[in-house]
């Protein structure tokens, strides 16, 4: 089990909402506490791409971020690339986390 005093970073998660005219849409934000790691990571997207991912995040088994939304911290916006949950004892344990910088809006 991660251990709860471990995410000590809170972010602004922005659910993606499809795709508009000018780009994606995004849901109403909230935030959410996580544990934050910088640092370049190769990895495999949810389309089975090879992705360099620059931001590694674990966040409780409740949360329901998933792949394309985006997240804010330190005031620079990532997209989510890549969500896995680990399941404990049947229980969802935790979720990590694979996030790409992008533009802020």
Not at 26 to 54: D, H, M, R, W
Request: charged share 20%; aromatic share 12%.
């Amino acid at each position: 089990m991660f251990p709860a005093d471990q995410l000590c970073e809170t972010v602004t998660v922005y659910p993606g909402a499809g795709m508009g005219a000018y780009g994606p849409l995004f849901g109403e934000a909230y935030t959410i506490q996580v544990y934050l790691e910088p640092g370049v990571e190769v990895i495999l997207s949810k389309t089975g791409k090879q992705v360099v991912a620059n931001l590694f995040g674990v966040a409780d088994g409740n949360c329901v971020i998933q792949a394309d939304d985006e997240i804010e911290w330190n005031d620079q916006r990532y997209q989510v690339l890549a969500v896995e949950i680990y399941r404990f004892a049947g229980q969802t344990d935790h979720v990590e986390l694979h996030f790409k910088s992008v533009e802020s809006p």
